[in-house]
């Protein structure tokens, strides 16, 4: 097959697809094929959460009263554990594609959808703070998610 290895189960490695997606599916797929796998996807759920979890663990606070500490302090924390925190990203996208397959969400469809509606309703954002006369660089965060649930319960409504 082109882009891919043949290896055999018995030695414990996979053949590879050449996205990311479609490996760790992949992978996921043969791992479970030798009765590795959750028997639901309520476990697989509750492993994702604990890769969010230590994700969590390794970012930096949210709130440092002090800007110029809070820079350092995220500086630091970004040295220190950059590499850990790839690390837990990827644990943590590793298991919402188990997720995704043992609820039997294609993955890569799935998100291809969600940044199509992302893009949908950051559109419609940006849109509704043109006619508002704002500029997204110049307001918080909570005004802009203000916008953001607008859009988002106006398309609920629609649907």
Same mark, same amino acid.
């Given at each position: ?23 760790? @599916? ?17 476990? =697989? ?22 800007? =110029? ?6 500086? =630091?924390?970004?040295? =220190? ?11 943590? @996208? ?16 799935? @998100? ?48």
């Amino acid at each position: 097959m082109p882009n891919q290895q043949r290896n055999s189960r018995d030695e414990g490695s996979f053949s590879k697809p050449a996205d990311p997606l479609g490996r760790a @599916l992949h992978v996921q797929r043969e791992a479970a094929s030798l009765n590795f796998d959750w028997p639901h996807a309520r476990g =697989a759920l509750r492993k994702l959460l604990e890769e969010i979890e230590e994700l969590e663990a390794l970012l930096a606070p949210d709130v440092t009263p002090d800007p =110029a500490t809070r820079r350092a302090a995220e500086e =630091a924390a970004e040295e =220190a554990a950059s590499e850990a925190v790839e690390e837990e990203v990827g644990d943590l @996208l590793f298991a919402a594609v188990n997720v995704a397959r043992l609820c039997d969400v294609p993955p890569g469809p799935a @998100l291809s959808s969600a940044t199509e509606k992302f893009e949908r309703r950051f559109g419609e954002l940006l849109s509704r703070a043109k006619q508002q006369g704002i500029d997204p660089r110049r307001v918080s965060l909570e005004e802009l998610d203000l916008l953001w649930e607008s859009v988002k319960r106006e398309e609920r409504d629609r649907a």
